[in-house]
């Protein structure tokens, strides 16, 4: 535990996938799908169902968490009991990174459907990686205490997301210049999202996958047992675990369910709402998220150190007040173009802290040896992987033909969220799971 050289492969893993999430996720993918669907000389249709060009981009992330929910527990569930976490990981990084890179051929003209056949196809990949992705961070977390003490998690999760969000605006600052230079927009945008891609496969494989140790699980399957048979049956037993024995933790995980879906809705439409809205071409988009990125880089380390001296509960606070702010102004007050900027920068101050304080958070609350049976769990609600918010954004863009009616719904995300926050007990919490307090602030 401790080891500085694990610890720096394991947070320059969100150096490598942090170019999915900002480039695919925040930036050009939910626009140029809009664009395609625009473009089409018929409505998109899937099984006879008429879908507003707004809505796919929130459907399809929305789809793809729903299969989250199936899967990504019993994945947990299973890498505690084996061998595989590593690999797991790995795996799910690899054919994530290869559905991205295939991004690249969703164009006006594709093959089978033009258009039409461009949206389904690039909703189809997007809804692989970004599956693959949430299943490649719940191992990713897992290892988290595992490798670093409790009195450091808030650092060393926070340096992670720091880290992401260097490396995620530094590939974006490249995909700018190439949309720069490049007179085919549609080829520049294309190529950006399969060099996210590319990004996400080279690192993954130079740090994480060589630096991280797999360590053998310290629990065995009970007699008579497949992997498949106990995973299922141990999903109903951790959660019945989680109501008895860890009933803290449980609020909690309620309370960052609802607050983080808050969070990823807004980071899933963003961008979308600008374009749409606003008017916002695709250079401006790209230069607000490349802005959006470095200032979050400084404010996940910020709001690390705030964690230190108030404690990560106060701070998750402080961010979710800050949430609601960011969601009043965009419905009452957003219309112009240096107006989006300045609320962009207030959004990128709480970004990385909200997000890595309650990564590290939740990992003082699980008992040990369970850890990534418990993040497959946390990873349902974890970023660019929420379904109920893109749901409700989605729906409320197709029966009003808004975005900016829908946006003023994401309120009540984060102060529900907030509410059932601030009744979470942490120290209790952390004597229940096992863990001594002494020297973490609470």
């Not at 374009?275 to 998220?289: F, H, I, K, W």
């Not at 946006?407 to 209790?428: E, H």
Request: proline share 3%; with cysteine; glycine share 8%.
């Amino acid at each position: 535990m401790n080891d500085k050289r694990e610890i720096f492969g394991w947070t320059m893993y969100d150096w490598a996938n942090s170019a999915f999430s900002t480039t695919v996720v925040t930036a050009l993918l939910g626009p140029y799908i809009l664009a395609l669907g625009k473009a089409s000389p018929t409505p998109i249709n899937l099984f006879g169902i008429e879908i507003e060009p707004a809505a796919v981009f929130p459907f399809s992330s929305s789809l793809s968490v729903l299969l989250q929910v199936l899967f990504l527990p019993l994945l947990g569930t299973i890498a505690d009991y084996t061998h595989l976490k590593k690999k797991m990981m790995m795996g799910f990084a690899y054919v994530g990174a290869a559905a991205t890179i295939l991004l690249f051929l969703v164009r006006e003209d594709f093959t089978l459907g033009g258009a039409n056949g461009a949206v389904l196809f690039g909703s189809l990949l997007f809804i692989i990686a970004n599956l693959c992705f949430g299943a490649a961070v719940v191992f990713y977390n897992a290892f988290l205490p595992e490798i670093a003490s409790p009195d450091l998690r808030d650092d060393v999760s926070s340096r992670g997301f720091a880290y992401g969000y260097l490396g995620g605006g530094l590939l974006l600052l490249a995909n700018l210049g190439l949309l720069s230079l490049m007179e085919d927009t549609a080829l520049a945008v294309r190529i950006s999202l399969a060099s996210a891609g590319v990004w996400w496969l080279v690192f993954t494989y130079l740090f994480p996958h060589k630096r991280l140790k797999q360590r053998a699980p310290s629990r065995q399957l009970p007699e008579g047992s497949t992997l498949l048979s106990h995973g299922i049956r141990q999903i109903a037993r951790t959660l019945r675990e989680m109501r008895e024995k860890y009933p803290v933790t449980l609020q909690y995980l309620i309370a960052y369910l609802i607050y983080n879906d808050g969070i990823q809705t807004v980071i899933v439409v963003s961008t979308s709402f600008a374009a749409d809205e606003l008017g916002v071409e695709s250079q401006t988009l790209l230069l607000l998220v490349l802005m959006i990125q470095f200032i979050a880089f400084g404010g996940a380390l910020a709001f690390g150190q705030l964690a230190r001296r108030i404690g990560a509960k106060r701070a998750v606070m402080l961010s979710l007040v800050l949430w609601s702010v960011v969601v009043i102004y965009a419905y009452a007050f957003l219309y112009t173009t240096t107006q989006l900027f300045v609320l962009g920068a207030i959004v990128a101050l709480v970004l990385g802290g909200s997000q890595a304080l309650s990564r590290s958070l939740f990992s003082q609350m699980i008992p040990q040896d369970h850890e990534a049976e418990y993040f497959g769990f946390y990873e349902v609600s974890e970023r660019g992987t929420s379904w109920i918010g893109p749901l409700v954004f989605g729906l409320a863009v197709q029966l009003t033909g808004s975005q900016r009616v829908a946006i003023i719904s994401l309120i009540l995300f984060f102060v529900l969220g907030l509410a059932l926050l601030v009744r979470v007990n942490v120290r209790q919490a952390m004597l229940d799971a096992g863990h001594d307090p002494t020297g973490v602030t609470l």
